[in-house]
Structure formats: structure tokens, C-alpha cells
């Protein structure tokens, strides 16, 4: 599986969310959501490297954990970002039956997600100080709270 599908996803969620705009977002200043956007567009692992400030020998242990992590979580957010299509080509004949389906899509993949961050911050204590695994949760929470938001803002409420 492709290591880039997560930030292939993200990338298609942050065009979803600014299409339509008159001309190209100039550059976000450091730490800003659309700075954070734009830096996982061009290239996520080189925004983590650049967050995570590991030595040599951290980098050697992080590294193979974060791509087992970035290869564990792809299927995860396809089947997140597949019931929310779903939901938004089903919205106007929207059934009880149906409603009912993509929410437990949802919230299973939403826990096999929690499960897997679980995991991952053990192995991350086992090779890393603990403010660099928490450094790291940190970071990627925070791009996978901006691309829920992103889709978030673009799927209309159950009617």
C-alpha cells in the first residue's frame, strides 16, 4: 500500500474545502491550520521531520514506526473517507437503514483508529523520550483534526 494515500486523501479533502476561490492561497505563516494543510500537501513525513527533531539514533527507531503507523492507518481512513461519500451521495434520499450503516462505519473505523494510536504510542515510549512520542501524537492529531474538519465542513447535516 502506498505511503503517500493518507496525505493523497488529506490532499483531496483540503482541495474539497477551498475549491472555488478565486486564485491560490498565498503562503500561511508557521503553525497556522492552512500552513499545517499546506505543508502536508507538499510532504507530510518532511513536516514531521521537521517537528520532531530526532537525533540519529531516535531517527533510526522512529522511522520504520512511522511508516508500519502511516501503512496501518490508510486503509483506516479510506473506509472513514469512503462512508462519508457515502453519506454525502446518499444525503438527499438519506434511509433510516442507511443513516444507520454509515454511522457504524464511521464510529468502527473511528475506534479501529483509536486502537491503532494506542499502539502506536507504545512503541513510541519504547524508542523514543516520552515528550518526543508525545510530540509525535501531537503532530499527527493535529492532521488528522484538520482533514476532519475539512470534511466535516463540507458534509450537510442529516436532515
Known amino acids: ?13 483540503c482541495a474539497l474545502a477551498t475549491a ?6 498565498t503562503a500561511a505563516p508557521a503553525n497556522t491550520p492552512d500552513s499545517v494543510r499546506q505543508a502536508v500537501q507538499a510532504d507530510k513525513r518532511a513536516l514531521v521531520e521537521r517537528n520532531m527533531q ?13 511508516d508500519v503507523y502511516q501503512d496501518n492507518l490508510e486503509p483506516i481512513v479510506r473506509r472513514q473517507n469512503r462512508a462519508f461519500l457515502d453519506y454525502i451521495n446518499a444525503e438527499s434520499s438519506m434511509t433510516d437503514a442507511n443513516a444507520k450503516r454509515i454511522a457504524k462505519e464511521i464510529l468502527e473505523a473511528d475506534a479501529d483508529e483509536q486502537k491503532l ?3 502506536q504510542f507504545k512503541k513510541l515510549l519504547a524508542a523514543l523520550p516520552a515528550r518526543k512520542a508525545v510530540r509525535y501524537l501531537q503532530i499527527e492529531n493535529k492532521i488528522r483534526t484538520l482533514n476532519r474538519y475539512d470534511i466535516a465542513e463540507r458534509i450537510p447535516l442529516v436532515r
Request: glycine share 2%; charged share 25%; aromatic share 8%.
Open 117 to 119: 494510536r494506542e499502539r
Open 20 to 25: 472555488g476561490a478565486a486564485d491560490a492561497p
Open 1 to 13: 500500500m502506498s505511503r503517500t494515500a493518507p496525505a493523497a486523501i488529506l490532499a483531496l479533502a
Open 54 to 66: 530526532l537525533t540519529p539514533e531516535e531517527a533510526k527507531k522512529f522511522w520504520p514506526i512511522y
